[in-house]
């Protein structure tokens, strides 16, 4: 490849109404950069468009969507729709050729947007960008003609109208079906900021601009600027169809970014070798009072790392402890820091260290390295794959040591909380904002007894009146009316975490567990450290709580529960599938397809589909959702293991629906794995 | 250095933070602590000249003997005494007080840790040989990590000569980067000053000996 082939193009960097990179309304052929997030906010003519995309890997890149359009349904109302996007980039840009790409438009939802597209960008040259393309659907409402496609087969002649049932469903019926239409665009970026575009679009705005005279549409030509400031920000002014006036804004962020300050935190113990250099004259300081028991040395020295040090044996030449690691996200790093801890407190004799991570009192895996190795490895240009190589993962279920494990005892915390609800047609976006008090006592090792107090301080989730009528147990549709309740206790249980035998893990919870039922919730996984499939069984049996979220039940119970299989493939992207009966009573399967980064950010979609027909679900077919998981520690720039998970559940629904039982097994488990601990093996030595 | 710009790269709600009781969190760095009380943390603003003045013989007592060094990050600009805090096979560690660690060979900068965007080790190999000759080319090859934990490996290719002051200049080009080292030798070989580059967002470093 030369060097103008592999160069970034500025117009990579801008993006249309949809989210989608772009020009105005139309698509280009063009990718996102590998990873990125991108929130787009648009407005024009009563149309407001919340846009969510994934560039999900290098040449795929899918949109989730929230529009509204004023004055759509009868009455005049606001209407409210979701949509998914894909798009497909079939070849990418060389020197002569040009990027080529396959779109769907609002493929899954009520298909108010609905339109396919195969669409060029050629750069001709670094700032000047051309599209052109050919569209179906929405994008050949103006200037249509008839569909080239109708020479391979007549079934492409005529777009069926409408939608399947309640919306929600792959429309596959209409792909690239009906009139097409020509659509295309230049971009010119003026420099690094600022990027202008003008564009031919297809798009009629049929009821927009016919049916409901938001505006008039005098011209199929749409002219945009884009400014960018700094790293993470689009604002965008659009002159649209030669009378409209909108804007839309961009927010970017990607999860391969550094992270807030590079990621300081403090630096790490040195390997204190056993023999210094020849010329170690230098006496170094002792780090730590070593006429203290070597247990105690080394729990002073870890509780400066975030590291609880649960348990230490030394048997010949090797050591063992066990740990509670409280800080870092990277598992990695809690191992690399107690090794290093270790050096300097372990006699001369000792040369295998062997680290057991705990987590919810139970022991995950086990890591041992060579001191020797540590020693030679500490600077080693090779020292962060040679430690990988070099270090032995095993299964952790036998591990008995001569001191007892210490117990975590009480934790506790005082947090403020938000909680929203999305969606409502009423208001597409309330908050309830409170305190909550949690705490946790272990009474054995593994044993838990766990709590949650919630006080409402201010918010307006209480206002949602809604009451969809449901076929089903109504097990998630009056979320609206337990959301009423101020002082709640969302869960109060007691949990036993076990370890049954070598490569098997078992919870057993009993209690509120989660804030509309209570229960029991066993839960039996099977994951071996180094393999990357995994094989669960969860089994419940929960009573729906009442409204007030304190101590009673209400009448429903049900016995539900899935097996579960796991598994990761390469480069973070991983599959799961759920197959059994859900809170409804109903029975089917969940997909849940992921793509972690190596830092902890995730990014998934999950749909399910169980025996409850589409129109019985209701809106939206079945349920679907998004989830984003951000670790605290890539925005505050330092070791954290707290994370924050954001789910997009479109429609919230009886059918399909989890229990949301807390400390399932297998995201515990897989962090101290081989393969997880393998992506972020660099911060071992940090 | 710029957190609001990362932060609002997300909804803020999801920082929300409160308190807790964990014994953990709260236990500070005791030990290095109890070493350095008298030269607390590097106060913003505290520059090397005014470490070295309170660098008198009983605060170097303090710290048990220990080679100092005075280290200055350029930007943002901040000072701070470091004492050697242990060595491993000729690569010498040196702390600060509130726990940034550079690590040495032969007083050429190999790794860092607790700055941020740190370097995490770096093959100085040929560089140490053409600079005891005072003059060559040398291949470094240093590592750091991306945002995804991924190990970033580059090489850089550098030309040791002398400058009018009689100090040594390395300049180093590599694919993304060009920098240029400096070091002041003393007679003995030693190197009493220098100024390295760390990485491309945390620049360079000046380290001298007090």
Redesign the interface.
């Known amino acids: 490849m030369t060097a103008a082939e592999t160069a970034p193009h500025p117009q990579r960097d801008t993006y249309n109404v949809y989210g989608m990179p772009g020009l105005i309304d139309t698509p280009s052929a063009l990718m996102a950069p590998d990873?990125e997030l991108i929130t787009t906010y648009s407005d024009f003519a009563g149309a407001t468009r919340a846009s969510l995309s994934f560039q999900i890997a290098p040449r795929l890149i899918g949109t989730f969507r929230y529009s509204s359009i004023d004055q759509f349904l009868s009455g005049g109302a606001t209407t409210y729709d979701r949509s998914f996007d894909l798009r497909y980039q079939l070849l990418t840009e060389g020197r002569i050729r040009p990027a080529v790409a396959i779109g769907l438009q609002d493929f899954i939802g009520t298909s108010v947007y609905s339109g396919e597209y195969l669409v060029a960008t050629k750069h001709l040259s670094p700032r000047l960008a051309v599209s052109g393309g050919i569209g179906w659907g929405r994008f050949a409402s103006a200037g249509g003609f008839t569909n080239p496609l109708v020479s391979i087969s007549e079934y492409f002649r005529h777009r069926p109208g409408g939608r399947r049932g309640s919306g929600g469903q792959i429309e596959t019926q209409k792909f690239f079906r009906g009139d097409a239409a020509l659509f295309g665009g230049l971009s010119y970026a003026v420099n690094d900021q600022l990027t202008l575009k003008m564009e031919y679009s297809s798009d009629a705005y049929d009821i927009a601009a016919t049916t409901l005279n938001l505006f008039e549409r005098k011209s199929p030509l749409n002219f945009g600027v884009d400014y960018k400031w700094?790293?993470?920000?689009h604002l965008q002014a659009h002159y649209l169809h030669g009378s409209e006036i909108g804007f839309t804004a961009n927010?970017?962020?990607?999860?391969?970014?550094?992270?807030?300050?590079?990621?300081?935190?403090?630096?790490?113990l040195?390997?204190?070798?056993r023999q210094?250099?020849i010329e170690?004259a230098?006496?170094?300081?002792p780090?730590?009072d070593s006429s203290q028991p070597m247990a105690t040395q080394l729990t002073?020295?870890l509780?400066?790392e975030?590291?609880?040090l649960k348990a230490f044996d030394i048997n010949g030449t090797r050591a063992t402890v066990k740990i509670a690691n409280?800080?870092y996200g990277?598992r990695s790093e809690a191992i690399g820091r107690t090794m290093r801890a270790l050096t300097h407190v372990l006699p001369h004799s000792v040369e295998h260290l062997t680290v057991i991570p705990i987590e919810n009192g139970i022991p995950i895996s086990k890591v041992t390295l060579a001191r020797s190795d540590l020693?030679?490895l500490?600077?080693?240009?090779n020292?962060?794959?040679a430690s990988f190589d070099r270090a032995v993962f095993d299964d952790a279920a036998q591990d008995r040591l001569t001191y007892d494990d210490t117990l975590s005892g009480?934790?506790?915390?005082?947090?403020?909380?938000?909680q929203g609800s999305y969606f409502d047609p009423e208001n597409p976006v309330r908050?309830d904002f409170g305190i909550a008090l949690a705490a946790q006592y272990e009474i054995l090792p593994g044993l838990f007894v766990s709590g949650k107090v919630q006080q409402k301080l201010f918010g307006n989730r209480d206002e949602s009146t809604r009451s969809d009528p449901s076929t089903l147990p109504r097990v998630r549709s009056d979320s609206n009316i337990y959301a009423r309740e101020a002082l709640t206790i969302p869960n109060l249980s007691l949990t036993y975490n076990f370890r049954p035998g070598t490569n098997l893990y078992g919870r057993v919870s009993v209690g509120y567990l989660e804030s509309m039922f209570g229960g029991v919730s066993t839960e039996l996984l099977w994951k071996p450290v180094r393999s990357p499939l995994a094989l669960g069984v969860e089994i419940n049996h929960v009573k729906q709580r009442d409204f007030d979220q304190k101590f009673g039940f209400r009448d429903y119970e049900v016995t539900m529960g899935h097996a579960s299989l796991y598994y990761d493939f390469a480069q973070g992207y991983s599959a799961k599938i759920d197959a059994g009966r859900y809170l409804a009573g109903d029975w089917g399967g969940t997909v849940t397809l992921s793509r972690r980064?190596?830092?902890g950010?995730e990014v998934g979609a999950y749909a399910t589909l169980t025996d409850v027909s589409f129109s019985d679900f209701g809106e939206g077919s079945f349920d679907k959702g998004i989830r984003v998981t951000?670790p605290?520690e890539?925005?505050?720039?330092k070791p954290s293991a707290s994370t924050?998970d954001?789910l997009i559940q479109p429609i919230l629904r009886d059918g399909g629906a989890h229990l949301s039982v807390k400390d399932r097994l297998h995201p515990i488990v897989r962090d101290y794995h081989a393969n997880e601990m393998q992506?972020?093996w660099?911060?071992f030595?940090? | 250095?710029?957190?609001i710009?990362?932060?609002?790269?997300?909804?803020l709600?999801?920082?929300?933070?409160?308190?807790?009781?964990?014994?953990?969190?709260k236990?500070?760095?005791?030990?290095?602590k109890g070493?350095a009380s008298k030269l607390k943390k590097s106060q913003p603003g505290i520059t090397a000249e005014q470490i070295k003045e309170r660098l008198t013989p009983e605060v170097r007592a303090q710290?048990?003997?220990?080679?100092l060094l005075v280290a200055t990050v350029e930007d943002p600009r901040f000072s701070s005494v470091l004492?050697?805090?242990?060595?491993?096979?000729?690569?010498i560690?040196y702390?600060t007080p509130?726990?940034?660690?550079l690590?040495f060979?032969d007083g050429i900068l190999?790794?860092t840790?607790?700055?941020?965007?740190?370097l995490?080790?770096?093959?100085v190999a040929e560089t140490r040989n053409a600079l005891r000759g005072g003059a060559g080319t040398a291949q470094r090859?240093h590592?750091t990590?991306?945002?995804?934990?991924?190990?970033e490996a580059r090489t850089y290719d550098c030309q040791i000569s002398r400058d009018a002051q009689s100090r040594v200049i390395e300049a180093c080009s590599g694919a993304d980067d060009t920098f240029q080292n400096t070091y002041v030798v003393d007679g003995k070989g030693q190197i009493v000053f220098s100024r390295q580059w760390i990485?491309k967002?945390?620049g360079y470093i000046r380290i001298e000996r007090p």
Not at chain 1, 634 to 637: N, P
């Open positions: 990873g700094g790293n993470s920000i927010l970017l962020t990607n999860p391969k970014r550094p992270a807030n300050n590079g990621g300081a935190g403090s630096a790490p040195p390997v204190k070798p210094n250099g170690a230098q006496s170094w300081p780090l730590v002073t020295l509780a400066t975030g590291i609880e409280k800080r990277a020693e030679e500490e600077f080693a240009p020292g962060i794959t009480l934790n506790w915390s005082i947090k403020p909380y938000v908050f980064f190596n830092n950010w951000v605290l890539h925005l505050i720039g924050r954001v992506g972020s660099g911060r030595w940090r | 250095m710029k957190p710009k990362s932060i609002c790269a997300l909804p709600l999801i920082l929300l933070t409160g308190c807790s009781n964990d014994a953990v969190d236990a500070h760095f005791q030990t290095f070493l710290f048990g003997g220990a080679p004492f050697g805090a242990g060595e491993n096979n000729g690569t560690t702390f509130d726990r940034v660690s690590s060979q190999v790794a840790r607790g700055l941020g965007f740190d995490m080790n770096a093959d090859r590592r990590l991306g945002g995804d934990n991924s190990v990485s967002q945390r």
